[in-house]
Structure formats: C-alpha cells, structure tokens
C-alpha cells in the first residue's frame, strides 16, 4: 500500500490547528475525482474554488470494491492526480436515485463543464462506461448512483 503524499498530513494538520474541534479525529480518507490526470486536476480545482460542491458514485462502485457507502457529516481530503491534498470537503446531503432520474439541479451543482445536465449525463454514463467495463460490469441507465453533496470546509489558497 502506497503512503499519502505529505501534503495530506499537513493539510490536516492546518485545518485542525483553525478548527480544534477536530484535534482528536484521525485524518480522513483522501481521494482524487475521475479516473485520468486532466479531469482529476480539473475537479480538484473547482472544489478548492467552492465550484464543485457535489459528486455522483455508482451503489455499484461502492460494492464491487467493498467499501462503505460515505455518510452525512464525513470530512474527505481531495487531492490532485499526484496525490498533493488540495482541500477538505464535508458531505452534507445524500440520495440514491437513477442514473436517468439525475436532475439539472445537481449537474449544475457538480460543477463541471458548462454545467448542464447534457454535459453531466454524457460524461458520467462515459466514465461508469468505463470502470465498469474494465471488469466486466455493464452500466444501465437506471442504476442506482448515489448523489453525494459536500461543502468546501478547508483549501489552499
């Protein structure tokens, strides 16, 4: 297992010293968004700019890697492609619903491209397209995609 760039640690170590209510919380998970190098430096971007306040992950991806599904009130670490942590996020709001039920209201809030529901559907149904079919899956246009909002709490200027 490869260890977090050590941006991660002092990024947190900043935000606790602003915030010491979170001086007894370990260091969150961190994460880049996407799966290649120009969009995941793109999203980390917009969310340190307060643009990008939400992100769409497939019920599938959460099972088939066996991870937990994130909860209100969880703090991620974003990070670039290289891992350089970037900012601090706080999910605020969770749904479950459709790929094909996704509303204008939460492409727009996603952040990315023009913001349009257009762009978002086009984009997403290409990158599950992907990861899924790197193993076999196929997407569907209703599968379930969890809807995840956060709120910037924490970014280097």
Known sequence: MQ????SVAKLWANFVQQYPKYKNTPIPNHFYFCDNEQD????ADL??????QATA?????YEYHGEPRPNIGDLYIVTD???SAK???EL??????????VGADFAEAEGEGDKSLGYWRKVHKAYY???MEAVGARFKENMMISCERFRTVYALP
């Open 57 to 61: 992950t497939s019920l599938w991806w």
């Open 81 to 83: 492609w290289e891992g």
């Open 92 to 101: 605020i709001a969770i749904t479950h619903i459709p790929f094909n039920e």
């Open 129 to 131: 397209q992907r990861e």
């Open 40 to 43: 995941a430096n793109t999203c």
């Open 47 to 52: 969310v340190v700019k307060k643009i990008k």
């Open 87 to 89: 900012a601090i996020i």
């Open 3 to 6: 260890l977090p760039n050590p």
